[in-house]
């Protein structure tokens, strides 16, 4: 079995003195892998994706990226190393045009370097998104909200991330442009980027990745395939 790209040990996450909001969580992401995390609203699917991604300290245990534990290291490090959060909400900068945004999504690799990335992955996001080829100059707050969403993760891509961590994807989006999201992520799979999918929607990301996991009240409630949960053992991992 290959060794985790993104590892969690016995994860707790509190916010300063109260309760933990995720308590002895772990999980292992492995390459080529999506995993999807699903469960109820405020059963901690958030909070953990914030602290894989360096937003938030731990109270107790580790996580791991490529063996190396990430703590002290920002959100803004851990990206420009490849793991990349693509936060829940459309993550666009309205003033600035379509092209704009993937340009700015760049500046940390220093100016040298900005052009050479975008040549690299500019027609990559392009064919998986059209639309924004055509709307390359216009203004992204007037994009619509499925080409909104379609940006955030074209912003997320120019970044090269080995791993990509994506909160609630398809959130307010049309059952059309939710299979359009969904039908790039395979893509991205195939491009070699591991992907870890928060979702409630549960029935569409279960058709994509290759594991589930529930979280319930901060605890993993269950851990398979989606062949082995669905149905009645689905319903129980979220309820109990």
Do not use: W
Request: some cysteine; overall charge positive; hydrophobic content about 40%.
């Amino acid at each position: 079995m290959s060794t985790p790209l993104l590892e969690a040990r016995d994860l707790s996450v509190s916010y300063g003195r109260l309760e933990p909001v995720l308590r002895d969580v772990s999980l292992a992401l492995r390459p080529g892998e999506i995993l999807g995390l699903v469960g109820m609203n405020g059963a901690g699917k958030t909070t953990l994706m914030r602290a894989l991604s360096g937003g938030l300290k731990a109270r107790s245990g580790e996580v791991l990226f490529r063996g190396t534990s990430i703590q002290g290291r920002s959100t803004a490090a851990l990206a420009r190393s490849g793991l990349v959060i693509l936060p829940e909400g459309h993550r666009v900068i309205r003033p600035l045009t379509v092209d704009e945004n993937l340009e700015l999504s760049t500046m940390s690799l220093g100016r040298g370097r900005v052009r050479a990335r975008l040549k690299a992955t500019r027609e990559l996001v392009y064919g998986l998104f059209p639309v924004l080829r055509e709307r390359r100059h216009q203004l992204a707050g007037l994009l619509s909200g499925g080409e909104q969403q379609m940006l955030s993760l074209a912003r997320a891509i120019v970044q090269k991330p080995n791993v990509l961590l994506l909160d609630e994807p398809s959130l307010g989006l049309a059952p059309m442009i939710i299979d359009r999201i969904y039908e790039s992520l395979g893509s991205l799979r195939d491009e070699g980027i591991s992907m870890l999918i928060v979702e409630q929607n549960s029935q569409r990301v279960a058709k994509t990745c290759d594991r589930l996991i529930v979280l319930r009240e901060g605890v993993v409630a269950a851990e398979g395939s989606p062949d082995v949960l669905a149905g009645d053992r689905l319903q129980a991992a979220y309820f109990g």
